[in-house]
């Protein structure tokens, strides 16, 4: 087996192997370290309302009272326009209803709002009831209440948003269901997480008791959805001032959209965010972001989004392993693609950007990557390692040099093999390289041995030996049942492949290239020789001895190859003239000349 066989053949095994290890390693490591359970929960992900989850807000703005006719209101939306708000998205076929506005004032409208919430059954309404804002009791509305004890999230930390204590103390008393729901604190008046989760629950079709505390790893689960629950394994948001794919419009226009059939159709589908807008003067309206003060209906969208995003809060560890797996697969084609690269700067850019990502997850990633790339760029680092490695060991031949050869022929089991052992010589290069510089010889039989000896691999050959200006070849029987015919063809390949070189050679060498060649079929084996620097892998047999002699004869008997009988035997269509010559060290032999090589 040669060298580049081995190389094709441990290749993927190598890759397997530590693909394997990789996987296997995730599935302890996010098993073992409560960091890294929900590693793409602690990474910071651009976030866009997402195309499953359109969006519209509504915004009232100084403009609305004017165009809705109520300049003397002493509320910001008469009640009653809410009604005809609700009943016109639910003609249009809206999702969910999110209404963050204040109920202050006269309460002449209440029955008309009552009978909106009854009309527009089954579509969800939810209202985040902040008590120490609104003088209404909303459960006079008609609807149902759900309280959360403690608080769900610190105000002023909104995009950690689901980061609470341990000990959170979580008993909502109700969920949406084609009823109004107001959502409210009993301990805190920061209630538009709770309102974006009644939403994120209305859209799956969930309800609040689905939602649970996993004690052992602090965190709340819905259904396949995690959120951890303590400052290690916090949820960020990059949050961006104008959301992309969210809509927006001012309350009156959307009231006139709503009252034509054409324009309506633009809320089917739509998660509708009722709310104030930015010119609001009252502080309440806003509410403090990394990226400053944003409206609470913005707040609301950036809160649905990050729990409805479907590249959001669920990464296991089996799901760790499969990007592992993934990753040693890239680095398998990246590794075939290597020849038609320069390896250099590509295994530097790999191993960069894998450590990068994998142990900086807070890095903000933007245009180089996203975190779904975290745990694969971590697969991609252990297996490019290995296969970048696999390559340093081939392109600086360590396996010839620190390896049993018969590790990389795989003979320990083997042991006796039967081959035909084919011997090269280049007849006349001592004449021709006498006089010459050593380099400038030495680059000469190369450069002839580099030019003809590629064709024996091509006939199933290995070039096991070279020294000076001839080679060793054999031709294994267990490899190719017919290895004798294979050397045959080799020979007459040999043959004209110097034919084809001698010109060039003559004319950079002044010298004619030609070839003589011996073979002989018969048993041999290997041995491993000590030196004083490596085990070497070294073979032995009469047969190869025989097949040497059998080469240097040609120079006697004048003739360009030949062959022992046992070779002629098996091959009985050979041409060529029998005879018996002594061969050195062998005795009387009978050979075989070969006229057509």
Same mark, same amino acid.
């Given at each position: 087996?040669?060298?580049?066989?081995?190389?094709?053949?441990?290749?993927?095994?190598?890759? #397997?192997?530590?693909?394997?290890?990789?996987? @296997?390693?995730?599935?302890?490591?996010?098993?073992?370290?409560?960091?890294? !359970?929900?590693?793409?929960?602690?990474?910071?992900?651009?976030?866009?309302? &997402?195309?499953?989850?359109?969006?519209?807000?509504?915004?009232?703005?100084?403009?609305?009272?004017?165009?809705?006719?109520?300049?003397?209101? /002493?509320?910001?939306?008469?009640?009653?326009?809410?009604?005809?708000?609700?009943?016109?998205?639910?003609?249009?076929?809206?999702?969910?209803?999110?209404?963050?506005?204040?109920?202050?004032?006269?309460?002449?409208?209440?029955? +008309?709002?009552?009978?909106?919430?009854?009309? &527009?059954?089954?579509?969800?309404?939810i209202v985040p009831w902040e008590p120490a804002d609104t003088k209404l009791n909303p459960l006079a509305l008609?609807?149902?209440?759900?309280?959360?004890?403690?608080?769900? =999230?610190?105000? +002023?930390?909104?995009?950690?948003?689901?980061?609470?204590?341990?000990?959170? !103390?979580?008993?909502? %008393?109700?969920?949406?269901?084609?009823?109004?729901?107001?959502?409210?604190?009993?301990?805190?008046?920061?209630?538009?997480?709770?309102?974006?989760?009644?939403?994120?629950?209305?859209?799956?079709?969930?309800?609040?008791?689905?939602?649970?505390?996993?004690?052992?790893?602090?965190?709340?689960?819905?259904?396949?959805?995690?959120?951890?629950?303590?400052?290690?394994?916090?949820?960020?948001?990059?949050?961006?001032?104008?959301?992309?794919?969210?809509?927006?419009?001012?309350?009156?226009?959307?009231? *006139?959209?709503?009252?034509?059939?054409?324009?309506?159709?633009?809320?089917?589908?739509?998660?509708?965010?009722?709310?104030?807008?930015?010119?609001?003067?009252? *502080?309440?309206?806003?509410?403090a972001t990394p990226i400053g003060m944003v409206e609470g209906g913005m707040v609301l969208a950036h809160f649905?989004?990050?729990?409805?995003?479907?590249?959001? *809060?669920?990464? /296991?560890?089996?799901?760790?392993?499969?990007?592992?797996?993934?990753?040693?697969?890239?680095?398998?084609?990246?590794?075939?693609?290597?020849?038609?690269?320069?390896?250099?700067?590509?295994?530097?850019?790999?191993?960069?950007?894998?450590?990068?990502?994998?142990?900086?997850?807070?890095?903000?990633?933007?245009?180089?990557?996203?975190?779904?790339?975290?745990?694969?760029?971590?697969?991609?680092?252990?297996?490019?390692?290995?296969?970048?490695?696999?390559?340093?060991?081939?392109?600086?031949?360590?396996?010839?040099?620190?390896?049993?050869?018969?590790?990389?022929?795989?003979?320990?089991?083997?042991?006796?093999?039967?081959?035909?052992?084919?011997?090269? %010589?280049?007849?006349?290069?001592?004449?021709?390289?006498?006089?010459?510089?050593? %380099?400038?010889?030495?680059?000469?039989?190369?450069?002839?041995?580099?030019?003809?000896?590629?064709?024996?691999?091509?006939?199933?050959?290995?070039?096991?030996?070279?020294?000076?200006?001839?080679?060793?070849?054999?031709?294994?029987?267990?490899?190719?049942?017919?290895?004798?015919?294979?050397?045959?063809?080799?020979?007459?390949?040999?043959? *004209? #492949?110097?034919? !084809?070189?001698?010109?060039?050679?003559?004319?950079?060498?002044?010298?004619?290239?030609?070839?003589?060649?011996?073979?002989e079929t018969g048993p041999v084996t290997g041995k491993i020789v000590k030196t004083n620097r490596v085990e070497?892998?070294?073979?032995?047999?009469?047969?190869?001895?025989?097949? @040497?002699?059998?080469?240097?004869?040609?120079?006697?008997?004048?003739?360009?190859?030949? =062959?022992?009988?046992?070779?002629?035997?098996? +091959?009985?269509?050979?041409?060529?003239?029998?005879?018996?010559?002594?061969?050195?060290?062998?005795?009387?032999?009978?050979?075989?000349?070969?006229?057509?090589?």
């Amino acid at each position: 087996m040669s060298s580049g066989s081995l190389a094709r053949g441990i290749r993927p095994v190598l890759l #397997a192997l530590g693909a394997a290890a990789s996987a @296997a390693a995730a599935l302890v490591v996010v098993d073992r370290v409560p960091a890294l !359970q929900y590693f793409e929960l602690q990474t910071e992900r651009p976030v866009r309302v &997402v195309a499953r989850v359109p969006m519209t807000l509504v915004v009232i703005d100084s403009t609305t009272k004017d165009k809705l006719g109520d300049p003397d209101t /002493t509320e910001t939306v008469r009640r009653g326009h809410y009604s005809e708000l609700l009943d016109g998205l639910a003609r249009a076929g809206a999702r969910v209803v999110i209404l963050d506005v204040f109920f202050r004032g006269s309460t002449d409208d209440d029955e +008309l709002v009552k009978g909106a919430l009854r009309r &527009v059954a089954p579509m969800p309404v939810i209202v985040p009831w902040e008590p120490a804002d609104t003088k209404l009791n909303p459960l006079a509305l008609g609807g149902i209440e759900a309280s959360f004890k403690k608080p769900y =999230v610190t105000p +002023l930390l909104v995009p950690e948003h689901v980061r609470v204590a341990s000990t959170l !103390q979580y008993e909502p %008393d109700a969920s949406v269901h084609g009823f109004p729901l107001f959502v409210r604190d009993k301990d805190s008046e920061q209630t538009l997480p709770h309102a974006a989760l009644e939403a994120f629950l209305a859209l799956n079709h969930g309800h609040l008791s689905e939602v649970s505390f996993d004690a052992g790893r602090s965190s709340w689960r819905f259904r396949d959805l995690v959120w951890p629950a303590e400052q290690g394994g916090q949820y960020r948001t990059t949050w961006i001032a104008d959301p992309a794919g969210i809509h927006k419009m001012e309350f009156a226009e959307a009231l *006139s959209a709503l009252g034509d059939p054409g324009t309506a159709k633009t809320f089917a589908g739509q998660v509708v965010i009722v709310a104030d807008s930015t010119e609001g003067a009252r *502080s309440g309206d806003m509410q403090a972001t990394p990226i400053g003060m944003v409206e609470g209906g913005m707040v609301l969208a950036h809160f649905i989004n990050s729990l409805a995003s479907p590249s959001g *809060s669920q990464a /296991t560890g089996t799901g760790i392993a499969v990007t592992f797996l993934a990753g040693a697969g890239l680095s398998l084609v990246l590794l075939s693609l290597l020849p038609l690269l320069k390896p250099g700067p590509l295994v530097l850019a790999v191993v960069l950007y894998g450590t990068v990502l994998a142990t900086v997850p807070s890095v903000r990633f933007g245009a180089f990557g996203s975190v779904a790339l975290v745990p694969l760029a971590m697969a991609g680092l252990v297996s490019a390692l290995v296969s970048f490695g696999w390559v340093g060991v081939r392109r600086t031949h360590l396996l010839d040099r620190y390896l049993p050869r018969y590790v990389k022929e795989d003979l320990a089991t083997k042991g006796e093999r039967l081959a035909t052992v084919l011997f090269v %010589d280049m007849k006349g290069s001592t004449k021709s390289i006498r006089g010459r510089e050593l %380099d400038e010889a030495a680059t000469m039989l190369a450069s002839a041995l580099k030019e003809i000896l590629q064709v024996v691999p091509e006939h199933g050959g290995h070039v096991e030996v070279t020294m000076g200006d001839g080679a060793m070849a054999m031709f294994y029987f267990d490899e190719h049942p017919d290895a004798d015919r294979r050397c045959l063809h080799a020979m007459h390949a040999l043959r *004209s #492949a110097s034919v !084809q070189a001698s010109p060039e050679f003559r004319k950079r060498f002044g010298a004619k290239l030609d070839l003589t060649m011996g073979a002989e079929t018969g048993p041999v084996t290997g041995k491993i020789v000590k030196t004083n620097r490596v085990e070497e892998w070294s073979l032995f047999g009469m047969t190869i001895h025989l097949a @040497a002699r059998l080469q240097s004869a040609c120079g006697d008997l004048g003739v360009g190859a030949v =062959v022992g009988p046992r070779l002629h035997k098996a +091959l009985p269509d050979l041409s060529g003239l029998a005879g018996k010559r002594d061969l050195k060290g062998i005795g009387e032999t009978e050979i075989f000349s070969l006229n057509d090589i």
